[in-house]
Structures are given as structure tokens and as C-alpha cells.
């Protein structure tokens, strides 16, 4: 299964933890709760794709894994907690002190949302923001389970509020308000706009650092 003994990498994962924790990296210091660990496999998965480094404080400091048993907990957040299931790739590094950090490597989703499991039963997905794992807005949720469910057909023609929004896009960004007050049109039908536009894979959601944005696809 794994090389748990470990290759040597005191230097690679010293490197890596010089990045700190980021949109693409996260430290895990101990596993104790799959369900914990599934929402930074899905914040990953519904972004671009990052890594779990566990063994690491939040400082950076390597604590080393203390129980390798960890890893079944991993697996379990992954195949049990994630819906759809995730293929996740660990790797053991023997660092300094021959302490032992698992890399996880969490790919970017083929189809999103990757959603988690709660505990009350409900399901959440989860996006990758800067060093932080947020529930993803309802909106850009529904704007990917549309895009998993569209087909391959041919896009003819636009609508009046598609075309507005995607004017508005050329070249800037805007929020759904900015769309709805400019198109003078309901959230309900700003909303609707915004999930076909996603559907067709013109537009998409950035994170300015506090909000989310619209934007034209390149």
C-alpha cells in the first residue's frame, strides 16, 4: 500500500513548509476527526487541486505523525465522507529527527461539487480560499451541478440578460448585484443567468480576497 517507513525528504518538506499554508497547501498537525479532514479534501478538489502536509504544526513546526494509523483516517474522509468519493495519493518523508510527514495530494475534481457528509446528515461542499476551507455559496454550487449535468450541444445564440452579463464581463468583473441593477432584472433571474452562463463554460466565480466575482472565461 504505502511506504510508511518513509523516503528521505528532509529538504523537500522544509521547502514546502517554507510556503506556509496557502490556497494549495494546508498543515495537519494530528487526524482525529475524518469528517474534518473530508472538508479540506473537498475545499481542494472544488478549487484547483492542493495538499495536506500531516505531522506539521500550524507554525510549521514538524511534530512528526504520531499514530500512522492515521492514515486509515485519511482513506475513511476521502471514499466515506466525500460524495463522490476521492482519490487521494499519500506519500511518507522521513524529516528531521526521523520524523515522519504524510503528503496528501488532493487532485481538482473532474466533476464538482465534491460534497461532504455531515454529521446532522446534510451535504456541503467546501472551496479552497487563501488558507481557509469556507462553504461554498449556494450559487456557485448550483452553478457546477449545472455544468456536470450540461451536454454537448451547440450554443446558437445568447439571451438579452446573457448578452448584458457578458458585456459587463469584457475586460472587468461584477458581483450578481451589479448585474441585477445594471440589467434591472430579479435576483431570481440574475441568478438563473449567471448558472446557464456557467453551464456553457463562458463565465466562472473568482475570490477577490472578500467576495466572490464574476468573470468572463479566457
Not at 506556509?20 to 484547483?48: L, M, Y
Not at 514538524?62 to 494509523?69: K, L, P, Q, T
Request: aromatic letters at 8%; hydrophobic letters at 45%.
Amino acid at each position: 500500500m504505502k511506504d510508511l517507513k518513509g523516503i528521505k525528504g528532509k529538504f523537500y518538506i522544509s521547502s514546502l513548509i517554507e510556503e506556509g499554508e496557502h490556497e494549495h497547501q494546508d498543515f495537519k498537525f494530528a487526524i482525529s476527526d475524518a469528517r474534518k479532514i473530508a472538508r479540506s479534501i473537498s475545499a481542494f478538489a472544488n478549487n484547483d487541486g492542493g495538499r495536506l502536509l500531516v505531522g506539521v504544526k500550524d507554525n510549521g513546526v514538524i511534530a512528526g505523525v504520531r499514530n500512522e494509523e492515521d492514515i486509515y483516517v485519511i482513506e475513511q474522509a476521502a471514499e466515506m465522507y466525500c460524495r463522490p468519493a476521492q482519490e487521494i495519493r499519500v506519500t511518507a518523508f522521513r524529516t528531521e529527527g526521523d520524523k515522519t510527514v504524510f503528503r496528501v495530494e488532493i487532485s481538482r475534481a473532474d466533476v464538482r461539487p465534491v460534497v461532504v457528509l455531515e454529521a446532522d446528515g446534510s451535504r456541503r461542499a467546501y472551496y479552497r480560499v487563501k488558507d481557509e476551507n469556507i462553504a461554498a455559496p449556494d450559487l456557485m454550487v448550483r452553478a457546477w451541478i449545472a455544468a456536470a449535468s450540461a451536454g454537448e450541444g451547440v450554443l446558437l445564440s445568447l439571451s438579452e440578460s446573457e448578452s448584458r452579463l457578458m458585456a459587463m464581463l469584457d475586460g472587468g468583473s461584477a458581483t450578481v448585484e451589479d448585474f441585477m441593477i445594471a440589467a434591472r432584472i430579479s435576483r431570481a433571474t440574475a441568478e438563473d443567468t449567471v448558472v446557464r452562463l456557467h453551464a456553457m463554460n463562458l463565465i466562472d466565480f473568482r475570490y477577490d480576497g472578500h467576495r466572490f466575482l464574476l468573470h468572463a472565461r479566457d
